[in-house]
Every structure is written in C-alpha cells, then in structure tokens.
C-alpha cells in the first residue's frame, strides 16, 4: 500500500469512528483505529479544514459536519430503488401497525437504505433505534438472510461470517442458521423471531432491482403477530410490496 493509499485509508477509518460514536472524543478515536493521538490529530485537524468535522473545545469532542450529509444523499440518490420505495413502504408499515425496512448486504452486514414506521394512528409497537444508515448483522435479520440466500455458495458463507449473540434467541449455530438460510432460498422468504431485539419478530423477502439485490422487511411486535399470523397476514402485504416495486423499478429504467 502506498503512502497516499494509507493515509486515505487511515482518514475513512477514522470518519467511520463516527457510526459507532457520535461524538467521539480523541482518545477514543485513537483507541477505536489503532493509531497515537499525534497521528489521529493530524487527520482531524486536515478533516476539519475540509469542513468535514467539527470540534467542541468546551467538551473537546469531534461531530461530523453537515458536508458529510450531501455525501451520504449522493450516495442514497445513486440508488433509485429507495427512492421509488417510501411511499410503498409508508402503506405497507401503516398496514401491519410496525416498520418496513430496505436494506443492501455488506460483507456481515445489512446497510438499512429506506425505512418507513406506521403513523401513531396504526403503530403497535416501540420502534428500535435503527435509522437510514444504520448496519445490522446480517445474520440476525430477516433481510440479511435473504441476500445471503442469494449467494452461490451459502455454507462457505456462512462459514465466514462473524455471528454474534444479539439475544438469547439469536441463531448462531452455523449448521442451523446455514439450512434456516437454504430453507428461506427455496420459500423466497425469511423470518426471525427475536433474534436481533427481544419483543421483535420480522419477515422478508427480496427485491430485485437490476443487477442490484436488496432485502424488503417488515419488523412487528412478536406479542402481536405469531409466526402464523406473519406468513399468513403480513407475508401476502409484503410480497406484493416487492413485485410492485420490482415493476417500478423496470418501468422506471425502460
């Protein structure tokens, strides 16, 4: 790696500090990259140039500015299928009384893309703190398993996956999650049970856009829906949600 190929590397670890923290301090960025205060100083204060980041001296933690919003809606705009989305996924959250969620698969992860709560009116549940950007365990989530449904070869990934104990309800036996994941392939649809959030069940299933996958997801209340009641009432919602979508997105393009 070249001098300029680390530094550049070593500025994106430092702004993705900012995911996990919101307003880190400098010792806690050092910590989380690994690298001395002097060094990480350097890079804030050329971030800060930039108009990247700002700096609290009153309490001396770092916030991202808001330049690095235009970036994250460059990116989102790049994408036309979450736009194309927000109005399906207002009535389909409305429907179901919960939230809807469009995600991409990264590595272990699921990046949420779109995401729509059911207005107050019809909302049956304590919606969890996920918001446009925010990265789930793909392991754990009824979008996650359907995008890694989609791999060529599901055992050699899930054998390479960090699977991490979310609740006590997480499946993190490979073996079981693995065939849990085929099962899902074959149905085209995925459904968890507690499994990222106590209190929350959610089921999925795939949106095709283009060369492009992504994972459609409804998140409910367990004490209201059984899994019955999911693949019986909200599967039907959610399916036709995706070939809606699938349509829009082809007309869109033609």
């Given at each position: 790696?070249?001098?300029?190929?680390?530094?550049?590397?070593?500025?994106?670890?430092?702004?993705?500090?900012?995911?996990?923290?919101?307003?880190?301090s400098l010792t806690e960025i050092a910590t989380r990259v690994n690298l001395t205060k002097a060094t990480c100083l350097r890079?804030?204060?050329?971030?800060?140039?930039?108009?990247?980041?700002?700096?609290?001296?009153?309490?001396?933690?770092?916030?991202?500015?808001?330049?690095?919003?235009?970036?994250?809606?460059?990116?989102?705009?790049?994408?036309?299928?979450?736009?194309?989305?927000?109005?399906?996924?207002?009535?389909?959250?409305?429907?179901?009384?919960?939230?809807?969620?469009?995600?991409?698969?990264?590595?272990?992860?699921?990046?949420?893309?779109?995401r729509s709560i059911a207005s107050l009116e019809t909302r049956k549940l304590v919606t969890m703190n996920i918001h446009v950007?925010?990265?789930?365990?793909?392991?754990?989530?009824?979008?996650?398993?359907?995008?890694?449904?989609?791999?060529?070869?599901?055992?050699?990934?899930?054998?390479?996956?960090?699977?991490?104990?979310?609740?006590?309800?997480?499946?993190?036996?490979?073996?079981?999650?693995?065939?849990?994941?085929?099962?899902?392939?074959?149905?085209?649809?995925?459904?968890?049970?507690?499994?990222?959030?106590?209190?929350?069940?959610?089921?999925?299933?795939?949106?095709?856009?283009?060369?492009?996958?992504?994972?459609?997801?409804?998140?409910?209340?367990?004490?209201?829906?059984?899994?019955?009641?999911?693949?019986?009432?909200?599967?039907?919602?959610?399916?036709?949600?995706?070939?809606?979508?699938?349509?829009?997105?082809?007309?869109?393009?033609?």
């Amino acid at each position: 790696m070249t001098v300029s190929n680390r530094s550049l590397s070593r500025g994106l670890a430092i702004v993705r500090v900012f995911n996990e923290i919101p307003s880190p301090s400098l010792t806690e960025i050092a910590t989380r990259v690994n690298l001395t205060k002097a060094t990480c100083l350097r890079f804030l204060r050329t971030l800060q140039d930039e108009g990247y980041v700002g700096h609290d001296e009153e309490s001396k933690r770092y916030q991202l500015r808001p330049l690095v919003l235009e970036l994250g809606y460059a990116a989102l705009s790049s994408l036309s299928l979450p736009l194309m989305a927000e109005s399906e996924m207002e009535v389909l959250a409305d429907a179901v009384g919960g939230s809807v969620h469009l995600g991409l698969l990264d590595g272990d992860e699921v990046v949420v893309v779109a995401r729509s709560i059911a207005s107050l009116e019809t909302r049956k549940l304590v919606t969890m703190n996920i918001h446009v950007g925010s990265r789930l365990p793909a392991h754990c989530t009824a979008m996650g398993r359907m995008l890694i449904a989609q791999s060529e070869d599901i055992d050699a990934h899930v054998a390479a996956m960090d699977i991490t104990q979310m609740t006590p309800k997480t499946l993190v036996h490979r073996g079981k999650l693995t065939k849990e994941i085929k099962e899902s392939r074959k149905r085209g649809w995925s459904l968890v049970e507690e499994d990222l959030g106590m209190g929350y069940s959610a089921i999925g299933t795939l949106v095709q856009a283009g060369a492009q996958r992504y994972g459609l997801a409804v998140s409910v209340n367990t004490k209201d829906y059984t899994r019955d009641r999911l693949v019986a009432e909200v599967l039907p919602l959610l399916e036709a949600a995706a070939n809606r979508l699938q349509r829009a997105f082809r007309h869109g393009k033609s």
